[in-house]
Protein backbone atom coordinates (compact mmCIF):
# COMPACT_ATOMS: atom_id res chain seq x y z
CA UNK A 1 0.00 0.00 0.00
CA UNK A 2 1.47 3.16 -1.26
CA UNK A 3 1.35 6.78 0.43
CA UNK A 4 -1.47 8.58 -1.48
CA UNK A 5 -3.26 5.35 -0.68
CA UNK A 6 -2.92 5.63 2.99
CA UNK A 7 -3.72 9.53 2.29
CA UNK A 8 -7.00 9.09 1.00
CA UNK A 9 -8.05 6.16 3.33
CA UNK A 10 -6.87 8.23 6.68
CA UNK A 11 -9.29 11.07 4.70
CA UNK A 12 -12.41 8.71 4.06
CA UNK A 13 -11.86 7.87 7.80
CA UNK A 14 -11.70 10.89 9.03
CA UNK A 15 -15.37 11.81 6.96
CA UNK A 16 -16.72 8.67 8.41
CA UNK A 17 -15.80 9.49 12.43
CA UNK A 18 -16.35 13.20 12.15
CA UNK A 19 -20.00 12.89 12.62
CA UNK A 20 -19.96 10.49 15.72
CA UNK A 21 -17.28 12.72 17.32
CA UNK A 22 -18.92 15.81 16.64
CA UNK A 23 -21.86 14.70 18.05
CA UNK A 24 -20.88 14.12 21.24
CA UNK A 25 -21.59 17.14 22.87
CA UNK A 26 -22.77 18.60 26.29
CA UNK A 27 -23.92 22.21 27.18
CA UNK A 28 -23.73 23.07 30.47
CA UNK A 29 -26.44 25.35 31.30
CA UNK A 30 -28.35 23.54 34.11
CA UNK A 31 -30.26 21.79 32.02
CA UNK A 32 -30.78 18.26 30.06
CA UNK A 33 -31.71 18.33 26.58
CA UNK A 34 -32.22 14.94 25.22
CA UNK A 35 -31.51 16.42 21.78
CA UNK A 36 -28.38 18.29 22.22
CA UNK A 37 -26.68 16.85 25.23
CA UNK A 38 -25.69 13.38 23.48
CA UNK A 39 -22.92 13.57 25.41
CA UNK A 40 -24.88 12.37 28.66
CA UNK A 41 -24.56 8.39 27.75
CA UNK A 42 -25.11 6.80 30.75
CA UNK A 43 -28.31 7.55 32.80
CA UNK A 44 -28.17 6.02 36.45
CA UNK A 45 -29.78 6.92 40.06
CA UNK A 46 -29.01 8.02 43.36
CA UNK A 47 -30.01 7.75 46.74
CA UNK A 48 -30.91 11.44 47.80
CA UNK A 49 -32.70 13.17 51.00
CA UNK A 50 -33.83 16.26 52.09
CA UNK A 51 -31.36 18.09 54.62
CA UNK A 52 -33.92 20.77 55.59
CA UNK A 53 -35.47 18.84 58.43
CA UNK A 54 -35.33 15.90 56.84
CA UNK A 55 -36.41 14.38 59.78
CA UNK A 56 -39.85 15.41 58.90
CA UNK A 57 -39.65 15.22 55.11
CA UNK A 58 -42.24 13.36 53.18
CA UNK A 59 -39.50 11.63 50.95
CA UNK A 60 -37.68 10.07 54.43
CA UNK A 61 -34.34 11.17 56.14
CA UNK A 62 -31.96 8.59 54.99
CA UNK A 63 -32.66 6.67 58.15
CA UNK A 64 -30.50 9.73 60.31
CA UNK A 65 -30.71 8.22 63.32
CA UNK A 66 -27.01 6.12 63.11
CA UNK A 67 -23.64 6.66 61.61
CA UNK A 68 -24.41 4.04 58.96
CA UNK A 69 -26.51 3.89 55.99
CA UNK A 70 -27.52 2.42 52.41
CA UNK A 71 -28.38 5.09 50.37
CA UNK A 72 -29.90 2.52 47.54
CA UNK A 73 -33.15 1.97 49.95
CA UNK A 74 -33.20 5.90 49.57
CA UNK A 75 -35.74 7.59 47.41
CA UNK A 76 -34.24 7.75 44.32
CA UNK A 77 -32.95 11.07 41.62
CA UNK A 78 -31.71 10.66 38.28
CA UNK A 79 -28.07 11.52 37.32
CA UNK A 80 -26.75 11.83 33.40
CA UNK A 81 -22.91 11.81 32.89
CA UNK A 82 -20.38 11.16 30.01
CA UNK A 83 -16.96 11.99 28.53
CA UNK A 84 -16.53 14.81 26.07
CA UNK A 85 -12.49 14.85 25.16
CA UNK A 86 -10.98 15.32 28.24
CA UNK A 87 -14.47 16.45 30.50
CA UNK A 88 -16.47 14.36 32.67
CA UNK A 89 -19.64 16.08 32.41
CA UNK A 90 -22.36 15.33 35.36
CA UNK A 91 -25.86 16.43 35.94
CA UNK A 92 -27.92 15.86 38.86
CA UNK A 93 -32.15 16.67 39.34
CA UNK A 94 -34.10 16.80 42.21
CA UNK A 95 -37.36 14.83 41.25
CA UNK A 96 -40.17 16.87 40.18
CA UNK A 97 -42.37 15.28 42.68
CA UNK A 98 -40.11 17.19 45.64
CA UNK A 99 -39.82 20.44 43.82
CA UNK A 100 -39.96 22.13 40.69
CA UNK A 101 -38.69 25.60 38.69
CA UNK A 102 -41.64 27.58 40.55
CA UNK A 103 -42.00 31.13 42.42
CA UNK A 104 -44.04 34.35 42.15
CA UNK A 105 -44.74 37.04 44.59
CA UNK A 106 -48.16 36.27 44.48
CA UNK A 107 -47.87 32.55 44.85
CA UNK A 108 -50.83 31.69 46.03
CA UNK A 109 -52.61 32.88 42.99
CA UNK A 110 -50.20 32.21 40.09
CA UNK A 111 -48.83 28.96 41.05
CA UNK A 112 -51.03 26.14 40.73
CA UNK A 113 -49.38 23.90 43.13
CA UNK A 114 -48.62 26.26 45.59
CA UNK A 115 -50.77 24.44 48.39
CA UNK A 116 -48.57 21.11 47.70
CA UNK A 117 -45.42 23.66 48.89
CA UNK A 118 -47.80 24.99 51.97
CA UNK A 119 -48.22 21.84 53.45
CA UNK A 120 -44.55 20.27 52.37
CA UNK A 121 -43.42 23.32 54.35
CA UNK A 122 -45.83 22.60 57.63
CA UNK A 123 -44.67 18.98 57.22
CA UNK A 124 -41.30 20.00 57.38
CA UNK A 125 -41.23 22.57 60.12
CA UNK A 126 -44.14 20.65 62.25
CA UNK A 127 -46.58 23.55 62.17
CA UNK A 128 -50.00 23.43 60.61
CA UNK A 129 -49.94 27.29 60.98
CA UNK A 130 -46.81 27.61 58.58
CA UNK A 131 -47.47 29.44 55.10
CA UNK A 132 -44.45 30.31 52.98
CA UNK A 133 -44.18 33.13 50.32
CA UNK A 134 -42.93 30.95 47.86
CA UNK A 135 -41.33 34.16 45.96
CA UNK A 136 -37.71 33.85 44.88
CA UNK A 137 -35.98 34.34 47.93
CA UNK A 138 -38.15 31.80 49.68
CA UNK A 139 -37.96 29.45 46.61
CA UNK A 140 -34.62 29.30 46.02
CA UNK A 141 -33.25 31.06 48.87
CA UNK A 142 -31.33 27.51 50.79
CA UNK A 143 -31.37 25.08 48.00
CA UNK A 144 -28.26 23.47 47.39
CA UNK A 145 -27.24 19.67 46.47
CA UNK A 146 -24.08 18.49 48.52
CA UNK A 147 -22.53 14.73 47.89
CA UNK A 148 -22.00 12.57 51.16
CA UNK A 149 -18.97 11.44 51.94
CA UNK A 150 -19.36 8.35 53.42
CA UNK A 151 -18.15 9.31 56.52
CA UNK A 152 -20.88 9.96 60.49
CA UNK A 153 -19.60 11.36 63.91
CA UNK A 154 -22.03 11.07 66.82
CA UNK A 155 -22.00 14.65 69.50
CA UNK A 156 -22.56 13.78 73.00
CA UNK A 157 -25.88 14.49 72.62
CA UNK A 158 -26.41 11.95 69.94
CA UNK A 159 -26.87 14.06 66.92
CA UNK A 160 -25.42 12.04 63.97
CA UNK A 161 -23.49 14.38 61.36
CA UNK A 162 -22.63 13.38 58.37
CA UNK A 163 -19.43 14.42 56.22
CA UNK A 164 -19.88 16.34 52.88
CA UNK A 165 -17.46 15.93 50.18
CA UNK A 166 -18.59 18.39 47.77
CA UNK A 167 -21.32 21.23 47.78
CA UNK A 168 -23.06 23.97 45.21
CA UNK A 169 -25.18 25.87 46.15
CA UNK A 170 -28.19 27.37 44.51
CA UNK A 171 -28.09 29.61 42.93
CA UNK A 172 -24.21 29.88 41.83
CA UNK A 173 -21.99 29.14 44.33
CA UNK A 174 -19.78 25.79 43.70
CA UNK A 175 -16.63 24.04 45.40
CA UNK A 176 -13.76 24.13 43.12
CA UNK A 177 -13.02 20.33 42.89
CA UNK A 178 -12.08 17.29 41.17
CA UNK A 179 -10.90 19.72 38.26
CA UNK A 180 -14.09 21.40 37.89
CA UNK A 181 -14.32 23.34 34.65
CA UNK A 182 -17.69 24.81 34.33
CA UNK A 183 -21.06 24.69 36.27
CA UNK A 184 -24.68 25.51 36.28
CA UNK A 185 -27.68 25.14 38.23
CA UNK A 186 -31.61 25.70 36.76
CA UNK A 187 -32.21 29.42 37.94
CA UNK A 188 -29.53 30.12 34.87
CA UNK A 189 -31.02 28.21 32.37
CA UNK A 190 -34.39 29.60 33.66
CA UNK A 191 -33.48 33.16 33.66
CA UNK A 192 -31.17 32.93 30.05
CA UNK A 193 -33.96 31.45 28.20
CA UNK A 194 -36.44 33.70 29.10
CA UNK A 195 -38.23 31.02 30.89
CA UNK A 196 -38.51 33.48 34.06
CA UNK A 197 -37.41 35.82 35.94
CA UNK A 198 -36.17 36.65 39.68
CA UNK A 199 -39.67 37.82 40.62
CA UNK A 200 -41.86 34.65 37.83
CA UNK A 201 -41.19 31.53 37.53
CA UNK A 202 -44.57 29.12 36.34
CA UNK A 203 -42.15 25.69 35.51
CA UNK A 204 -43.50 23.14 37.68
CA UNK A 205 -42.13 20.58 34.83
CA UNK A 206 -38.36 22.12 34.68
CA UNK A 207 -36.37 20.05 37.58
CA UNK A 208 -34.02 21.81 40.23
CA UNK A 209 -30.83 20.34 38.54
CA UNK A 210 -27.10 20.89 39.32
CA UNK A 211 -24.96 20.36 35.61
CA UNK A 212 -20.94 20.23 36.33
CA UNK A 213 -17.98 19.92 34.09
CA UNK A 214 -14.80 18.14 35.27
CA UNK A 215 -11.56 16.69 34.66
CA UNK A 216 -11.75 13.85 33.13
CA UNK A 217 -9.18 12.14 35.49
CA UNK A 218 -11.52 12.29 38.29
CA UNK A 219 -14.54 10.23 36.89
CA UNK A 220 -14.09 7.39 38.95
CA UNK A 221 -13.30 9.21 41.98
CA UNK A 222 -16.66 11.46 41.57
CA UNK A 223 -18.89 8.40 40.90
CA UNK A 224 -17.64 6.39 43.32
CA UNK A 225 -18.00 9.39 45.72
CA UNK A 226 -22.07 9.81 44.51
CA UNK A 227 -22.65 5.85 45.41
CA UNK A 228 -22.88 7.34 49.28
CA UNK A 229 -25.91 9.34 48.31
CA UNK A 230 -26.49 12.87 48.06
CA UNK A 231 -28.25 15.85 49.78
CA UNK A 232 -30.84 18.07 48.26
CA UNK A 233 -31.09 20.82 50.78
CA UNK A 234 -35.61 21.77 50.05
CA UNK A 235 -36.98 24.46 51.72
CA UNK A 236 -40.31 23.97 51.40
CA UNK A 237 -40.77 20.56 49.31
CA UNK A 238 -43.93 19.57 47.81
CA UNK A 239 -45.90 16.78 48.87
CA UNK A 240 -45.77 13.57 47.58
CA UNK A 241 -48.51 13.04 44.61
CA UNK A 242 -51.80 11.17 44.92
CA UNK A 243 -50.22 7.61 44.57
CA UNK A 244 -48.00 8.40 47.54
CA UNK A 245 -50.46 9.79 49.79
CA UNK A 246 -49.93 7.52 52.59
CA UNK A 247 -47.08 9.51 53.51
CA UNK A 248 -48.87 12.50 54.65
CA UNK A 249 -50.07 12.45 58.38
CA UNK A 250 -53.96 12.86 58.45
CA UNK A 251 -53.39 16.27 60.80
CA UNK A 252 -52.05 18.15 57.48
CA UNK A 253 -54.33 16.66 55.04
CA UNK A 254 -56.71 17.71 57.75
CA UNK A 255 -55.36 21.32 57.35
CA UNK A 256 -55.47 21.23 53.81
CA UNK A 257 -59.21 20.61 53.64
CA UNK A 258 -60.11 23.47 55.91
CA UNK A 259 -58.10 25.73 53.79
CA UNK A 260 -59.99 24.91 50.65
CA UNK A 261 -63.83 25.30 52.27
Not at 33 to 58: E, K, M, Q
Amino acid sequence: MNLRTLFWLSVITGCLMAPIVQGQSVTVNGHYDAITDTGYTVTDTVGWYNGHRGHNSAYGDGNLGGTSWDATNWNQTTIRHGVVGDSFFLYIEAPLAAKGMEWSEDAENNIADYWKYVLGGQLLHDDEGKTNSLDFANATGSEKLEFLDGTASVDDKGKVTRGIAFTADFPGGVDTKWGLKDSADSIAYIIAEGLGTDKESNNPDVAMAFEFEFALANKTEILETLQNGVVFHLSPEKIPEPSSALLLSVASIGVLLRRKR
